[in-house]
Structure formats: C-alpha cells, structure tokens
C-alpha cells in the first residue's frame, strides 16, 4: 500500500535528516554522550535555566543560510517563564531529562532522552523539566536567508 506524504511532512523529514548529523558534529570534542555543564556555564535565561551557544555551520537548504546550534539547560523543576512565541523555525533534540512541552491549541505531551520535535516560526512553546535531574534542549535554530 503506498502512503502519501504531504508537503509539510517532506519538509520535516528533510529537516530532520540534514540536522541529524549536525547535533553529532557540534556536540564539544572528546564528549561521549551528553555535556557536563557546570553550575555557572552559558548565560542566564532566567532561575533554573541557563543558554550555552555551541556552534553555528552553513545550511545546504536552500531556505536557510546558517544553522546555530544552542542548548538550553534547565534545573529539575525550571520551565520557561511563558509560552513563547518562535521567531525563526527551530529542531529541539532532548540530550537529558524528561521535559512536559505546551504549544497553543494542543495538549501538552512529553518528550524524553533521545527524543526530538519541531516549532514553527509564529508558533508557541512552553517547556518544563519534569524529571528528577537536570535537563539539555539541543536546538538547531534554522536561520533563514
């Protein structure tokens, strides 16, 4: 039985597959798994969150001319302070942690360790670390042309 695949699917299919080795390539060398930040690394975003800035590389899409790569680590506990409003399109990968992710109009859901989703420029996201130890967002920030 053939499925068809919709445009926006195509598109996030594509997205996943170019940024997939890009979360391998900027992860700091010698790392074997997930980062060790300390208490003071990155810049505050707020109490309990903290912003590291990993990389930027070009883009072979041709809608975007730089990926940047940040992780966002969050304390037990921290959540963003509101439901913020994307102003680029973005790929979250979970590196640790167990977070509970809010987006306008839907229900909220839970992602793990290993697992990914997307936010659309012009879409809302409100995330909290729900697990017992700190969480990572490894976010590809897809900076358009």
Known sequence: ??????????VALGLTAAAAPLFAF???????????YGP??????????????????PSEMAAYKSIKIID??????????????????????????EFSIKKMGKEPYTVK???FYTCGKGRTDHATNIGKGVG?????ILIPV
């Open 1 to 10: 039985m053939t499925e068809l695949m919709s445009r926006r699917s195509a």
């Open 26 to 36: 900027v992860t700091p060398a010698g790392a074997a798994g997930v980062p060790a």
């Open 40 to 57: 003071n690394d990155g810049k505050e975003l707020s109490p309990g969150r903290r912003l590291v800035e990993v990389g930027t590389a």
């Open 72 to 97: 966002v680590i969050f304390q037990p506990g921290a959540a963003d302070p509101t439901e913020a409003m994307m102003d680029m399109d973005m790929m979250c990968y979970i590196l640790a942690g």
């Open 113 to 115: 360790e290993g697992d």
């Open 136 to 140: 990572i967002h490894r976010i590809a």
